[in-house]
C-alpha cells in the first residue's frame, strides 16, 4: 500500500516561531488534506490540497504533486496550534478509495 | 454546518458487553466512515458507507458490526470486544465517496473513547 512519512516528528515551538511540517508519500494520489487533532482528539480539517498552494490566515500548504510531497506552514505560532498534525492521501478513486494517514508530527507550543 | 456528531463520548464495557456508537451527520453527505485510532497512532480506516451500503471493511473482525440505518446516521455495535481494541472511534462524512473529480474532503466527529476491560 501507499507510503505516507511526515517529518520531523515533534516538534517544540515558542509562541511566535514559524514551522514547516513536510509529508511525503510514495505514489501519485487523487486527494490530499491536512488534519489538526487537538488534544481532545478531534480532527479538524485545515486544507483538501492535491495539488498547488493554498493559505487560510496562519497557514498556508503546498502540495508538489509530481514530487510526491506536500508542506504545511504554521506563521506566528500560537499556544492553540499545539497538537498532532496528519496529512492524509487517497490513492485513486473508485472502489479501491480510502484515506491513508501519515504517521503525524506532534508539535507543542510554548509561552 | 459541518458537525458530525457522536455518542457517547466515553464509554467503558467489559468483554461480555454488548454497546453501541452512534454517528450523525446532518450535511446531506453521502459517504460515511469508521476509524479506530490507538494511541500516538495515525486514524486507520475500518469501514465506508455509500449510499447506506456497506462500500468497504477492512478486514475488521465480526465483533465490530456497522450499520447505516438512513444516510444520515451511522452505528457501531460492538460485542465481546478484547482489551486490546481500547481506542478512539471516530466517524466522518463526506459529500460523495469513489467519485472522480469530486473533491471529497472528510469531516469527522470528536469521538469516542472506548476502554474494555
Known amino acids: 500500500g501507499i507510503q505516507v512519512e511526515q517529518s520531523p516528528p515533534d516538534l517544540i515551538l515558542q509562541e511566535g516561531a514559524n514551522s514547516t511540517l513536510r509529508c511525503n508519500f510514495s505514489?501519485?494520489?487523487?486527494?490530499l488534506q491536512w488534519f489538526h487533532q487537538n488534544p481532545w482528539g478531534q480532527l479538524i480539517n485545515l486544507f483538501y490540497i492535491p495539488s498547488g498552494t493554498k493559505q487560510n490566515g496562519r497557514l498556508s500548504a503546498t502540495t508538489v504533486a509530481t514530487e510526491r510531497y506536500s508542506l504545511l506552514y504554521i506563521s506566528s505560532s500560537q499556544t492553540t496550534d499545539s497538537g498532532v498534525y496528519f496529512c492524509?492521501?487517497?490513492?485513486?478513486?473508485?472502489?479501491?478509495?480510502?484515506?491513508?494517514f501519515g504517521t503525524g508530527t506532534r508539535l507543542q507550543v510554548t509561552l | 454546518d459541518t458537525e458530525v456528531t457522536q455518542t457517547p463520548k466515553h464509554l467503558v464495557m467489559g468483554m461480555t458487553n454488548k454497546k453501541s456508537l452512534k454517528c450523525e451527520q446532518h450535511?446531506?453527505?453521502?459517504?460515511m466512515y469508521w476509524y479506530k485510532q490507538k494511541a500516538k497512532k495515525p486514524p486507520e480506516l475500518m469501514f465506508v458507507y455509500s449510499y447506506e451500503k456497506l462500500s468497504i471493511n477492512e478486514s475488521v473482525p465480526s465483533r465490530f458490526s456497522p450499520e447505516c440505518p438512513n444516510s444520515s446516521l451511522l452505528n457501531l455495535h460492538l460485542h465481546a470486544l478484547q482489551p486490546e481494541d481500547s481506542a478512539l472511534y471516530l466517524c466522518a462524512s463526506s459529500q460523495e465517496w469513489g467519485l472522480a473529480g469530486v473533491q471529497e474532503t472528510q469531516y469527522f466527529g470528536p469521538g469516542t473513547r472506548l476502554l474494555v476491560l
Open positions: 505514489d501519485s494520489v487523487n486527494n
Open positions: 450535511m446531506g453527505h453521502r459517504a
Open positions: 492524509a492521501v487517497e490513492l485513486s478513486a473508485g472502489t479501491a478509495s480510502k484515506l491513508t
